[in-house]
């Protein structure tokens, strides 16, 4: 249904009261998992957290954030922020970017579409570039889905092929980056063989090189230019896994996800992939957030955020597209989800007053993808979305409180002015100190989430309002590699345990309270299964209001 034809009134719940302010907090990277020392948010003093469970265990229950549930292929797909919010606001599931791409590649189709044929023009004479995250994560891109669309794109007369490679030890263990470059190196070769002029051109580590978001830092982008595009990098070398090797040696703290810029030259000495006029390029991750401001500089004409030096003429297509609002980029291979008459949508154009807020580093998750990976104000009379400045240009295990304390005040604020109906929050702290690997700052940051969640909650119950607290996917409750049959840690044969610095298949509580909730309202016992896409229609019947009826069905009701 295009959002023309919508229907957007949401009748009065025949029971549910309208009126009462709600809270939604969202904790993001906090899930439930065995308790041991591993486990930061279990060894962390969490008392608020805590105390949820201990006085209204009736009011407490997990919900599923990962796999089928949030619209990723498999049960073996850990969550992550751009599904677990894309499914708490569209109250739906929806086949997410990792899935489209799959059945595109699969049947062909990403073949023959526009955004390819786009593409392939440039195939007869230019080069065509790669650039993303090289891992199978899942969670921005997939390797399965570079080698298809390189294979795919040879098949189809590519003569000259580039691949920029992004190290990523996020989303996989740290120290993967060297096994992924191996692969790509022999599927390289394979290309090669078949006539192909394939290599690699540059490397970097996702964190320090391009896959910045929400405008956090704008160096990020331009180290990833100028290594990509003109073929400039702080280190130079003739062979990218021995450059890897090397970079390692000389740094003990190196590590994937900060690995420095260094481009690949030959023997001469000269870069072998910069990119040039008449050259092709695709950016292969399917996730949005970490690839928009790549794109703004590929594809924009007026551009202010650094000096490109030379913006070369090129055929450039997205492996989605990234922005739906901005269109951007305006070629793409893999139609994006068409996520529409989202749960934000409805509630403003229901009168609800909306005010969101986060730190940079996750502004855009309680806002862009909230709103299914749009931009912008419904209604700007009615909503109000605050970011406050993430630090930027450190590890934030440095500062793991980050900004909780500042997005708890301004919460606080929004809840005692009685301006709003919802107040809704993403707190980063589990999920972006939880990525360094650092246990003990993860510790901290968890700690500082719950005194975050107190001052709303307590500022709810000054008003007589609702909370609804939750988390997009796990991370901080477990920082160890377990053996996926005793869950036990596995260790090294020094005892060391590998540092899990990924997101995991954990399920994610979800609890509601506050004085305006009704002692008839209760959590039904019959959706064991529940996921994330659960919440939207809750907060609606929270919020006095019913759920539309293809929304995936509320997890309360009224009980006399
Ligand atoms: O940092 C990110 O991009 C991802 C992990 O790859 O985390 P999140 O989904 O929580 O934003
Ligand atoms: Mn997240
Ligand atoms: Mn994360």
């Given at each position: 249904?295009?959002?023309?034809?919508?229907?957007?009134?949401?009748e009065?719940?025949?029971?549910?009261?309208?009126g009462?302010?709600?809270?939604?907090?969202?904790?993001?990277?906090?899930?439930?998992?065995?308790?041991?020392?591993?486990?930061?948010?279990?060894?962390?003093?969490?008392?608020?957290?805590?105390?949820?469970?201990?006085?209204?265990?009736?009011?407490?229950?997990?919900?599923?954030?990962?796999?089928?549930?949030?619209?990723?292929?498999?049960?073996?797909?850990?969550?992550?922020s751009?599904?677990?919010?894309?499914?708490?606001?569209?109250?739906?599931?929806?086949?997410?970017?990792?899935?489209?791409?799959?059945?595109?590649?699969?049947?062909?189709?990403?073949?023959?579409?526009?955004?390819?044929?786009?593409?392939?023009?440039?195939?007869?004479?230019g080069?065509?570039?790669?650039?993303?995250?090289?891992?199978?994560?899942?969670v921005?891109?997939?390797?399965?889905?570079?080698?298809?669309?390189?294979?795919?794109?040879?098949?189809?007369?590519?003569k000259?092929?580039?691949?920029?490679?992004?190290?990523?030890?996020?989303?996989?263990?740290?120290?993967?980056?060297?096994?992924?470059?191996?692969?790509?190196?022999?599927d390289?070769?394979?290309?090669?063989?078949?006539?192909?002029?394939?290599?690699?051109?540059?490397?970097?580590?996702?964190?320090?090189?391009?896959?910045?978001?929400?405008?956090?830092?704008?160096?990020?982008?331009?180290?990833?230019?100028?290594?990509?595009?003109?073929?400039?990098?702080p280190?130079?070398?003739?062979?990218?896994?021995?450059?890897?090797?090397?970079?390692?040696?000389?740094?003990?703290k190196?590590?994937?996800?900060?690995?420095?810029?260094?481009?690949?030259?030959?023997?001469?000495?000269?870069?072998?992939?910069?990119?040039?006029?008449?050259?092709?390029?695709?950016?292969?991750?399917?996730?949005?957030?970490?690839?928009?401001?790549?794109?703004?500089?590929?594809?924009?004409?007026?551009?202010?955020?650094?000096?490109?030096?030379?913006?070369?003429?090129?055929?450039?297509?997205?492996?989605?597209?990234?922005?739906?609002?901005?269109?951007?980029?305006?070629?793409?291979?893999?139609?994006?989800?068409?996520?529409?008459?989202?749960?934000?949508?409805?509630?403003?154009?229901?009168?609800?007053?909306?005010?969101?807020?986060?730190?940079?580093?996750?502004?855009?998750?309680?806002?862009?993808?909230?709103?299914?990976n749009?931009?912008?104000?419904?209604?700007?009379?009615?909503?109000?979305?605050?970011?406050?400045?993430?630090?930027?240009?450190?590890?934030?295990?440095?500062?793991?409180?980050?900004?909780?304390?500042?997005?708890?005040?301004?919460?606080?604020?929004?809840?005692?002015?009685?301006?709003?109906?919802?107040?809704?929050?993403?707190?980063?702290?589990?999920?972006?100190?939880?990525?360094?690997?650092?246990?003990?700052?993860?510790?901290?940051?968890?700690?500082?989430?719950?005194?975050?969640?107190?001052?709303?909650?307590?500022?709810?119950?000054?008003?007589?309002?609702?909370?609804v607290?939750?988390?997009?996917?796990?991370?901080?409750?477990?920082?160890?590699?377990?053996?996926?049959?005793?869950?036990?840690?596995?260790?090294?044969?020094?005892?060391?345990?590998?540092?899990?610095?990924?997101?995991?298949?954990?399920?994610?509580?979800?609890?509601?309270?506050?004085?305006?909730?009704a002692?008839?309202?209760?959590?039904?016992?019959?959706?064991?299964?529940?996921?994330?896409?659960?919440?939207?229609?809750?907060?609606?019947?929270?919020?006095?209001?019913?759920?539309?009826?293809?929304?995936?069905?509320?997890?309360?009701?009224?009980?006399?």
């Amino acid at each position: 249904m295009g959002s023309n034809a919508t229907n957007w009134k949401l009748e009065a719940h025949p029971n549910m009261p309208k009126g009462k302010i709600l809270a939604m907090i969202v904790l993001d990277g906090w899930g439930e998992q065995i308790k041991d020392e591993y486990n930061a948010i279990h060894v962390a003093p969490t008392p608020c957290m805590d105390s949820f469970r201990e006085t209204a265990p009736d009011r407490w229950r997990l919900v599923k954030a990962h796999g089928p549930a949030v619209g990723l292929p498999t049960e073996d797909d850990m969550g992550n922020s751009e599904v677990g919010h894309n499914a708490l606001g569209a109250g739906r599931i929806f086949a997410q970017g990792a899935k489209l791409v799959d059945s595109a590649i699969a049947t062909g189709k990403l073949f023959k579409g526009e955004g390819f044929n786009y593409i392939k023009e440039a195939f007869p004479t230019g080069t065509l570039h790669l650039i993303g995250l090289l891992s199978d994560g899942g969670v921005h891109s997939r390797y399965d889905q570079l080698q298809g669309l390189m294979k795919g794109a040879v098949e189809n007369g590519c003569k000259r092929l580039r691949v920029h490679a992004l190290t990523d030890g996020r989303d996989v263990l740290d120290g993967t980056s060297f096994k992924f470059l191996e692969m790509l190196e022999n599927d390289l070769k394979e290309l090669r063989e078949k006539g192909c002029d394939a290599q690699v051109a540059s490397v970097g580590g996702r964190m320090y090189v391009t896959m910045d978001r929400y405008d956090n830092d704008w160096n990020v982008v331009k180290r990833g230019w100028d290594a990509q595009v003109l073929g400039e990098a702080p280190h130079k070398f003739t062979n990218a896994l021995e450059g890897l090797k090397k970079l390692k040696e000389a740094d003990p703290k190196f590590n994937d996800q900060y690995c420095p810029a260094f481009v690949i030259v030959d023997e001469a000495g000269k870069p072998v992939g910069p990119i040039v006029d008449g050259d092709a390029v695709v950016t292969i991750n399917f996730r949005a957030d970490r690839m928009i401001m790549l794109a703004k500089a590929l594809e924009w004409e007026k551009f202010d955020k650094f000096d490109r030096v030379r913006v070369p003429k090129i055929r450039y297509a997205g492996m989605l597209q990234y922005d739906g609002e901005l269109k951007l980029p305006t070629k793409y291979l893999v139609d994006p989800p068409e996520i529409e008459r989202t749960s934000g949508e409805f509630l403003v154009k229901n009168g609800v007053r909306t005010f969101a807020c986060s730190e940079t580093v996750k502004f855009g998750h309680v806002t862009f993808f909230w709103n299914g990976n749009r931009s912008g104000y419904f209604d700007s009379k009615l909503e109000e979305y605050v970011e406050i400045p993430s630090d930027s240009g450190i590890t934030f295990n440095e500062q793991p409180k980050m900004k909780a304390l500042e997005i708890g005040e301004k919460a606080r604020d929004a809840i005692l002015s009685k301006k709003f109906d919802q107040i809704r929050v993403n707190l980063p702290n589990g999920d972006m100190v939880g990525h360094t690997g650092d246990l003990k700052a993860t510790i901290v940051a968890c700690e500082a989430a719950d005194k975050a969640v107190k001052l709303m909650v307590d500022a709810i119950e000054q008003v007589g309002g609702i909370f609804v607290i939750t988390a997009d996917h796990g991370n901080a409750e477990d920082m160890a590699k377990r053996n996926p049959k005793t869950g036990e840690p596995i260790k090294d044969k020094d005892g060391n345990i590998q540092i899990l610095t990924s997101h995991t298949c954990a399920p994610v509580p979800f609890i509601i309270g506050g004085p305006g909730l009704a002692k008839e309202i209760k959590l039904r016992k019959d959706l064991p299964t529940a996921g994330l896409a659960n919440v939207a229609a809750t907060v609606m019947n929270l919020h006095g209001l019913v759920a539309p009826s293809d929304y995936e069905p509320s997890m309360v009701e009224w009980v006399k």
